[in-house]
């Protein structure tokens, strides 16, 4: 290599791509991004499935970021979601990590607890007296 312009050997193959600085690919590393683990999947999952039984819910989309995992649900095919359940590790000590947000964007509710964030959205708990 000289003034950190890449040579070729015979009968090698060099690939470049303008822009991005060489990396090592042994040293690369994947883009860390944020999930749902199978306990929160399997409580927003019943909620969805009471939910789609009732015939209120009809769709769901799943989006994971590098700062945030997102699960949508819709009530029928439509642009916007009706609710986002958002998983924000950065919240963790602050508010909560989850959040519940309607379809103009303002926040139901807000906790530690996915179960307990998630009842907003369950109505099916009601007081009898």
Do not use: C
């Not at 769901?60 to 916007?80: G, H, Q």
């Amino acid at each position: 290599m000289q003034s950190g312009i890449p040579t070729e050997k015979p009968g090698s193959i060099l690939l470049v791509h303008s822009g991005e600085p060489m990396a090592n690919p042994s040293t690369a590393k994947a883009p860390v991004i944020v999930t749902f683990d199978r306990k929160e999947l399997t409580t927003i999952m019943a909620v969805y499935g009471r939910k789609v039984g009732q015939g209120e819910w009809r769709d769901y989309a799943m989006d994971f970021l590098r700062d945030r995992a997102m699960f949508s649900i819709y009530a029928r095919v439509s642009e916007r979601p009706l609710f986002v359940v958002e998983k924000t590790p950065k919240m963790r000590n602050r508010q909560g990590q989850y959040t519940v947000t309607n379809q103009q964007g303002r926040i139901l509710k807000r906790g530690h607890d996915i179960a307990q964030v998630l009842r907003v959205l369950d109505t099916q708990l009601a007081v009898v007296g």
